[in-house]
């Protein structure tokens, strides 16, 4: 192994600890989930609304969620951060869409200006946590399809640490 593919698996070890800290998940179970499910979306040449969900059923496999809630997008209503998500049932066509631009910002933008792509990736990051599709998990797995976009357009991973989270939280806003 050479020292880029070195700092690139320390950086997704990293992210995928970070990730899951930021939710409060700090077991080596959820790490070994987190893995696989990154594992199974580093696969893909493209999302899907099939592989979003079973990278989402990987990640939550051992977690307290209803089985049914695991690689499923929801059939209730929630709230997130004093704000309630998109309505369940309207979640289908939003993600459809969503999917559709991130998979255009992966196919079409690598030759791009890499600042725009980061800005283009968290914007769509934002859309899919606001859209909040998932019962629980949100987070974790729009963070991992975040940094499945950035390496498929040539940026590094990106950690986010779970002490820098409330920097994460404002983008939100």
């Known amino acids: 192994m050479n020292q880029k593919q070195l700092k690139q698996e320390s950086d997704l070890i ?3 600890w970070e990730s899951n800290k930021i939710e409060d998940v700090e077991d ?4 070994a ?3 696989k499910a990154w594992q199974y979306l580093n696969k893909q040449k493209k999302l899907t609304i099939e ?3 079973k990278t989402h ?3 939550m496999k051992n977690q307290p969620l209803d089985e049914e809630a695991k690689g499923q997008f929801r059939k209730c209503g929630v709230w997130i951060g004093g704000r309630e998500g998109k309505p369940w049932y309207a979640l ?3 993600m459809n869409q969503w999917i559709v631009n991130a998979n255009d910002v992966v ?3 690598q030759h791009e200006n890499k600042a725009f792509l980061e800005k283009v990736i968290k914007e769509q990051h934002v859309t899919a946590e606001v859209a909040h599709p998932y019962q629980d998990g949100n987070g974790r797995i729009f963070r991992l399809v975040l940094n499945w976009q950035r390496i498929n357009v040539g940026l ?3 950690v986010i640490k779970e002490a820098e989270k409330n920097l994460y939280y404002e983008w939100f806003n």
């Open 51 to 53: 592989n979003l969900n």
């Open 28 to 31: 080596d179970d959820s790490f």
């Open 33 to 35: 989930q987190a893995l």
């Open 92 to 94: 289908p066509e939003l």
């Open 107 to 109: 196919i079409n933008g």
């Open 14 to 16: 990293d992210f995928l």
């Open 156 to 158: 590094p991973i990106l």
């Open 57 to 59: 059923g990987i990640l």
